[in-house]
């Protein structure tokens, strides 16, 4: 079966430089989901879609941004990198029509910032 | 948004069931219990989720107490695959978001 598929798996940025994730769900899946992990912490919420439309925001820097495309796949924009910013990044997708059902992740994007 | 408080840790023997408890005495009458566990450097992974009725798959089951401030995922017979981080989630019915608390870490033994 189809599965979340996230892109890059690892990511190396410099300090001060941007870096752009990619996501994309699993087919006819309504609801994407941004998440931030950083070492030896849980997953953070910053940002979900549903239908195309920015849903509800969580602890989303204001550097960062997010969109999800008439295609379903969905792009977290990340500016100004800091070193803080290191982390695993994970996407989830669910089909959430009639009330929340089980969250499909990703495998992640491991982003390095030196 | 309502709280979930879990152990930080537990330990089985393989081959063992294990009860998780999951407290959450905020829950509100929308809000559904949701598990999910997380191996090491692996995504999330969906266990379980339920309303007011217990639920059982292939993985778990999930009891649910009835006045739904407290729940316990209940794996039949432990593995050493099933060693992860378990998080207890409320979802609330129409919010697209969710909060992963601390979890509890699951160590089990050979």
């Known amino acids: 079966a189809a599965g979340v598929i996230q892109s890059p798996r690892h990511l190396i940025k410099e300090k001060r430089e941007t870096a752009t994730l990619k996501c994309y769900p699993i087919?006819?899946?309504?609801?994407v989901y941004w998440y931030q992990q950083g070492p030896g912490q849980d997953p953070q919420f910053l940002i979900s879609f549903y239908e195309k439309m920015q849903s509800d925001k969580g602890s989303i820097p204001d550097r960062f941004s997010a969109q999800q495309f008439s295609d379903y796949h969905s792009e977290l924009n990340m500016s100004s990198l800091e070193l803080g910013d290191s982390a695993l990044y994970f996407c989830?997708?669910?089909?959430?029509?009639?009330?929340?059902?089980?969250?499909?992740f990703g495998q992640g994007t491991r982003l390095t910032v030196v | 948004d309502a709280k979930t408080t879990q152990p930080n840790s537990m330990e089985s023997n393989e081959e063992e069931p294990v009860h998780l408890p999951c407290n959450h005495s905020t829950i509100s009458g929308t809000d559904y219990i949701h598990w999910y566990r997380q191996l090491p450097s692996q995504g999330p992974e969906y266990v379980i989720h339920g309303l007011t009725s217990n639920v059982n798959n292939r993985m778990a089951s999930l009891a649910i107490a009835e006045d739904r401030k407290s729940s316990t995922l209940i794996l039949h017979r432990a593995t050493l695959r099933d060693a992860a981080v378990y998080y207890c989630i409320l979802r609330a019915y129409n919010f697209n978001k969710f909060y992963f608390g601390s979890g509890t870490k699951l160590n089990v033994k050979p």
């Open positions: 087919p006819r899946h309504d609801t």
């Open positions: 989830a997708s669910s089909l959430d029509r009639q009330g929340p059902t089980e969250a499909f």
